[in-house]
């Protein structure tokens, strides 16, 4: 929509036959729009973390990108960095069912730089672009709570 006025600009719906869903979204220097989330349409079978880059003035996809293991995995958000590369983080399925934080870093292509995952599964992404995460893991059979920080 324009801002100015309400009308719209341009409308496109994405995915396929299955469930597919945007969770986060977030713009490059340019304008261009930054979606992403999960998608069971395309991809290993079981949900896939789900990128696209749309260009701003027609809504045409960019790039289009399916990220994950063989398991589940949920994109749930996504900052594009001062340098327009982007982090996105979420969730990954292991393959015994436990959820783990999943963080990756992107170039501006969709090309990964670093790839990292955390056992739990809450995170944040703050308005200065860094991304607090959350968990719990075990040691010595007692239950410990983390926190981790990353920036750009």
Do not use: C
Not at 47 to 72: C, F, M, P, V, Y
């Amino acid at each position: 929509m324009e801002a100015q006025n309400g009308h719209r600009r341009w409308e496109k719906n994405f995915g396929g036959y299955e469930n597919d869903g945007g969770i986060a979204l977030d713009s490059f220097s340019n304008g261009d729009i930054v979606i992403a989330g999960w998608t069971d349409s395309k991809g290993s079978g079981k949900a896939d973390g789900w990128l696209l880059r749309l260009n701003h003035q027609n809504g045409q996809i960019i790039l289009e990108k399916t990220l994950g293991s063989s398991e589940a995995d949920v994109i749930r958000a996504v900052k594009v960095t001062g340098d327009d590369n982007i982090i996105i983080a979420g969730t990954t399925q292991s393959p015994y069912y436990h959820w783990n934080a999943w963080v990756l870093k992107l170039d501006n292509r969709g090309r990964t730089l670093w790839e990292k995952t955390f056992g739990g599964n809450h995170l944040q992404a703050t308005s200065n672009k860094e991304l607090i995460m959350a968990g719990y893991g075990e040691s010595s059979g007692k239950k410990q709570t983390w926190v981790l920080k990353f920036g750009e």
